[in-house]
């Protein structure tokens, strides 16, 4: 199978290192062959052509070219979800397999018009943090589920998605509303549930391991991920090429970004409950 990468910038850590993760995972039956990029990195980085020639990758010009002549597609960008929209607008009417990196959309508005237009044309797609693969979190029954307090570092805008998939997984409810605190470089949400599930995600923004107490009917269970997450997030990745069977249900994706949403307003309005937009 040839794999297409489409990216708004291509050499960044998630381009760079998925290539030798997809072609060991698949036994060497997968490998990326294509790629697109709006721009060359504004970081200074390698330009389109000098990635391209590194990873012995043809370069397409066009996300409709790239579309036809892959397999399967990866819409990258992991930094620049504002890019996500337009950069799915031809992936999605493929119908061939298409994975979008974190985070999915910039918001539940055009996160909804994207799975849409997927739907409208056949195009099996999802998109997921690698965290949701993360071992820890995947042996909690989430049945059991009662409360759950999540830590993570970085910034809001690209990394509370680590902590928004894990709970969005246990929890298995629609959010009703979310409350901020912050302090400097400290942001602490309350995510409140139907059925009386309550959760909250920290980010350090300086940095911080993954950590969690997962409060359940069997008792309280400190975690610490510690395990691959990457390898069993690149292995389902490559099955789903496979199979075109999509691996997280698109209402969960949309439950977080519904969150994510309601977090952004709460945090210009520290103290006070903002309501999650039903999905």
Known sequence: MKIGFVDYYLDEW?????????????????????AYAMTDSPHGGKTTDEWCRKFGVTRCHTTGELAEKSDAVVVLAPDNAEVHEELCRVPMRCGKPVYVDKTFAPDLAAARRMFEVAGQFGTPCYSTSPLRYAAEYRAVEAATVCAAGLWGGGDYENYSVHLLEPLVMLMRRQARRVMC??????????????????????????????????CTTEGSHFLQVKSDFFRGFIL?????????????????TLMIMAIRDAGA?????????????QI
Do not use: C, M
């Open 265 to 277: 307003k709460a945090r210009r309005q520290p103290a006070i409950w903002v309501p999650v937009g």
């Open 236 to 252: 389902e990745l490559v099955d789903f090429f496979r199979t075109g069977r999509v691996k997280v249900p698109h209402k969960e």
């Open 181 to 214: 605190l912050t302090a400097e470089g400290w942001l602490n949400f309350n995510v409140e549930f139907e059925g009386g599930r309550i959760g909250t995600i920290t980010l350090f923004e300086n940095g911080s391991p993954f950590v969690s107490n997962i």
């Open 14 to 34: 998630h381009a760079n290192n998925y290539p030798a993760w997809i072609k060991e995972a698949s036994g060497g039956e997968i490998e990326v062959a294509y």
